[in-house]
């Protein structure tokens, strides 16, 4: 894999949260977002013509409390809501999810260190605090959809999500490439998770630029290191398309020439 190119002003430019914009954290709730994130984003926005969103896991009112005072384009839940450059929320209507709730808190409750997270139309099992009962959270959780074909179960690092079936970063990329600011521009997508490769597969074949954060392996051609590698690169791009911005400094005028033989 290579790093990354600079960002052009063509771009239009998605973003992961968990694990590319912040790092990792024990639990949802406990993510830091350094308030110069916030103000590169801002920035990045503006000199992208507004083509910048982000793609993530979480709900969109969740990545507007951390991303605070901004309230960026967006997909929550992998793609199960959907802000547009206009602020208008599309969202799946949330499937029949007792039977899933019930069972992870099932577990949840007998097993120490699993946290339950319920989304609009998702459950989430978070095993980060106690990663030995990896099968024990894949095996229930598939056991409970096992008859369910409206829904599926996802692996991401160290959760197992189930939420509705076809639905993905991928598709939500790829609706916001029909519309404005997006579409025509060349996308590029930075994640970090499995859950990131439906977007990687969509972005790709389009021409554009997907970049893996961390280690592991995956279909994107480009990679960063960490979140604080992202950073860097965000900057270096914000920084790049100011400079293309600036007005040339006036040159210096020539000394008159003598005049005398």
Request: include cysteine; proline fraction near 7%.
């Amino acid at each position: 894999m290579q790093t990354p190119p600079r960002l052009g002003r063509d771009a239009a430019l998605f973003l992961d949260f968990d694990g590319t914009l912040v790092d990792i954290a024990e639990t949802p709730e406990a993510v830091h977002v350094p308030s110069a994130m916030v103000a590169l984003l801002s920035d990045l926005r503006d000199q992208l013509g507004g083509a910048l969103a982000v793609v993530s896991g979480r709900q969109i009112d969740v990545l507007d409390r951390f991303l605070a005072p901004l309230r960026l384009p967006a997909a929550g839940e992998h793609g199960v809501q959907r802000r547009d450059a206009e602020g208008h929320m599309q969202e799946q209507r949330a499937p029949d999810l007792r039977e899933v709730f019930d069972t992870a808190n099932e577990l949840a409750r007998v097993h120490e260190g699993l946290l339950v997270e319920r989304k609009h139309a998702a459950i989430a099992l978070h095993y980060r605090l106690a990663p030995q009962l990896e099968a024990v959270c894949r095996d229930a959780m598939s056991r409970v959809i096992l008859d369910q074909p409206q829904l599926e179960l996802m692996h991401g690092k160290f959760v197992f999500e189930v939420k509705p079936a076809g639905i993905h970063k991928g598709v939500a990329i790829a609706a916001f490439m029909t519309e404005a600011p997006f579409a025509g521009r060349v996308p590029v997508f930075a994640g970090d998770d499995t859950t990131d490769e439906n977007g990687f597969a969509v972005v790709q074949p389009r021409g554009g630029i997907a970049i893996k954060v961390g280690s592991g392996p995956s279909q994107a051609l480009h990679r960063l290191d960490s979140p604080r590698a992202v950073f860097e690169w965000l900057v270096a791009a914000r920084d790049q398309l100011v400079q293309r911005d600036a007005p040339e400094a006036p040159k210096e005028p020539e000394a008159p020439r003598s005049t005398e033989e």
